[in-house]
């Protein structure tokens, strides 16, 4: 079966750096988007960044300037560089990748990393 692993959460200081990384592994036939979302206490997961399998990216306004997102096709694993940290984005943060197994006929599903907790202290 197809899995996401997440790494890389933790606690950080309010104005410093940390960088996740979600893996998939199983039977997979490709992967097409990747993507990082987030969900903090008493709000609704949102999307935070995102790549497309050609390299193009896209960001939530808040994490602009801040956050950069990047994949190693080779490794099929997704990264999120977060830069300038604030207590704002503490969250768990999830992986989700679009996918098409093996054995499936250009059919993509979606798949979502276990979370990892950021905590961003002030």
């Known amino acids: 079966q197809v899995q996401l692993m997440e790494s890389g959460g933790g606690l950080v200081q309010a104005g410093g750096s940390m960088r996740l990384s979600c893996a998939a592994s199983?039977?997979?036939?490709?992967?097409?988007?990747m993507g990082w979302y987030r969900q903090a206490p008493g709000k609704q997961r949102e999307l935070v960044a995102v790549?497309?399998?050609?390299?193009?990216?896209n960001y939530t306004d808040s994490v602009k300037g801040r956050f950069t997102i990047s994949r190693d096709n080779a490794e099929n694993t997704v990264y999120l560089h977060m830069n300038s940290l604030k207590p704002e984005d503490t969250a768990v943060y999830y992986c989700n990748f679009w996918i098409r197994p093996r054995g499936e006929q250009k059919v993509n599903y979606n798949f979502w990393g276990q979370g990892t907790q950021v905590t961003v202290s002030s």
């Open positions: 199983g039977s997979i036939f490709s992967i097409n988007g």
């Open positions: 790549i497309t399998s050609g390299g193009n990216t």
